[in-house]
T-cell receptor, first 111, second 114 residues
């Protein structure tokens, strides 16, 4: 079946790197996403990776994919207070529709 | 370019009533998907419409329905509202749906059922 799991909370010090982990069960997932949700806002796509890639870097964001273990991670370098939000890991088989989301990881930043 | 627009932003309804939520996708986008977000169940896929046809459906009861118009605007309807239907309903649009990787989300409609 389709299931995406991630830890609920992460607290990091400002300036440190944040690493948010996620596991998924559907080996036929083609697209893997990271979305960000700030209070009172909708979902913002941060980055995505195709299942045939191992890594993708986009400015402060690095996504690592271990397809064998069905493990996805998002690293945010030099975490800032503006990065405080809930981060959702998600997957879909073939398109931007029918996206299966994890429960979200609430990232809080300590001064 | 305007983003995905959902109306209304907030809604309070009574149990047993019905409600209609509206979503205007980004211009040129033909795929519209709906999601329900609750603290207990997280984000769950409701259904997707493409060119006025329902293309994908999640595991929700028949009280949840939707439609899409020729201009790609979409509505979702929930009949016989239950307290558990209180949620943030998010709409997302994408260009084609297939072979496309980005869904753009609206701000959502927060429905409270009392």
């Amino acid at each position: 079946g389709e299931d995406v799991e991630q830890s609920l909370f992460l607290s990091v010090r400002e300036g440190d790197s944040s690493v948010i982990n996620c596991t998924y069960t559907d080996s036929s997932s083609t697209y893997l996403y990271w979305y960000k949700q700030e209070p009172g806002a909708g979902l913002q796509l941060l980055t995505y990776i195709f299942s045939n890639m191992d890594m993708k870097q986009d400015q402060r964001l690095t996504v690592l994919l271990n397809k064998k273990d069905k493990h996805l991670s998002l690293r945010i370098a030099d975490t800032q207070t503006g990065d405080s939000a809930i981060y959702f890991c998600a997957e879909s088989k073939s398109s931007a529709s029918k996206i299966i989301f994890g429960s979200g990881t609430r990232l809080s930043i300590r001064p | 370019k305007a983003g995905v627009t959902q109306t209304p932003r907030y809604l309070i309804k009574t149990r047993g009533q019905q409600v209609t939520l509206s979503c205007s996708p980004i211009s040129g986008h033909r795929s519209v998907s709906w999601y329900q977000q609750t603290p207990g169940q997280g984000l769950q896929f409701l259904f997707e419409y493409f060119s006025e046809t329902q293309r994908n459906k999640g595991n929700f009861p028949g009280r949840f329905s939707g439609r899409q118009f020729s201009n790609s605007r979409s509505e979702m309807n929930v009949s016989t509202l239950e307290l558990g239907d209180s949620a943030l309903y998010l709409c997302a649009s994408s260009f084609e749906g297939h072979q496309n990787t980005e869904a753009f989300f609206g701000q959502g409609t927060r429905l409270t059922v009392v």
